[in-house]
């Protein structure tokens, strides 16, 4: 189980109870639109306690990413697969203010790398709302493209599937 990644500029790490709030804000702003928010307080707070139980089941998940200067959540990211999912999936979240720095890039390739390499996946999607430019631009910068003929993971609200390539070196 690898709870700590390194990057550059970011530390990623498992989330803990001190993310709690900076998550749960996320959760209920409007930012969370593309994610089914805004959501009440319990919601939100169920919401994130899934991201932190994701570790406790399956001993990985999305990671809390800061910076090395700074152990604030910048926002989560990385593998996410719920039983009810049917592929692996590389999500992000970042929170109010963490944008146009580069993070959620930065933080995406190395979760990217960490599930082809580390994870042994052979696969992995994005799942995008339409409409959700920031993300939509993300995985086309990653190197995803769009799969139309990609499983859905709520059928009944389709999104956008990306298929990202393997990152080069990766099995």
């Known amino acids: 189980m690898t709870e700590t990644l390194i990057t550059p500029r970011l530390r990623l790490r498992r989330p803990a109870a001190q993310d709690v709030e900076a998550a749960v804000g996320f959760f209920m702003s409007p930012r969370a639109t593309q994610v089914g ?17 994701h570790w406790d089941i399956l001993g990985f998940g999305m990671w809390a990413v800061t910076t090395h200067t700074d152990d604030t959540a910048l ?12 592929e ?30 580390t994870l042994g996946w052979t696969t992995a999607v994005s799942y995008i709302d339409e409409g959700n ?8 910068r990653l190197g995803a493209r769009l799969d139309p003929n990609a499983p859905q993971p709520k059928p009944d609200e389709p999104c956008l599937v990306f298929r990202h390539p393997a990152p080069e070196g990766a099995q």
Do not use: N, Q
């Open 37 to 53: 928010g805004p959501h009440s307080l319990g919601r939100a707070w169920r919401s994130f306690a899934a991201e932190v139980g």
């Open 75 to 86: 926002g989560l990211v990385g593998p996410w697969c719920p039983p009810d999912w049917p």
């Open 88 to 117: 692996t999936e590389i999500g992000w979240l970042m929170f109010e203010g963490s944008e146009g720095h580069g993070y959620a890039y930065e933080a995406a390739r190395a979760a990217l790398s960490h599930a082809f390499g």
């Open 133 to 140: 430019d920031r993300s939509l631009a993300l995985a086309k």
